[in-house]
């Protein structure tokens, strides 16, 4: 019911910043709830940050002050604003969007953080 597409990674300094899209499909995006993962090479996949249906965010503690989770309904879309980078952000960013028993992922986006 829901196809989501990830954008905006890429290579940045430690200190540095991205910001990451997830674009939805449909006409139903609003009553979703949506989510940011995060997967390391060798590593599970990692909650990084929530944003519900009204608004109301929560982050993992690892993120928090860092990380910005917005959305845009007219537009389809979930933001993560990610702010001082450090290379432990390195990772594929996956967003989910889930309601009750649904769940939708997208494909990911590559976050590499170097010097």
């Known amino acids: 019911q829901v196809q989501l597409v990830e954008s905006g990674g890429g290579l940045v300094q430690p200190g540095g910043s991205l910001k990451l899209s997830c674009a939805a499909s449909g006409n139903s995006f609003s009553i979703y709830h949506m989510d940011w993962y995060r997967q390391a090479p060798g590593k599970q996949r990692d909650f990084v940050a929530r944003?519900?249906?009204?608004?109301?965010?929560a982050y993992a503690d690892s993120v928090k002050g860092r990380f910005t989770i917005s959305r845009d309904n007219a537009k389809n879309t979930v933001y993560l604003q990610m702010d001082s980078l450090k290379p432990e952000d390195t990772a594929v960013y996956y967003c989910?969007?889930?309601?009750?028993?649904?769940?939708?992922w997208g494909q990911g986006t590559q976050v590499t953080v170097s010097s």
């Open positions: 944003i519900t249906t009204t608004g109301n965010a």
């Open positions: 989910n969007a889930f309601l009750r028993l649904e769940a939708y």
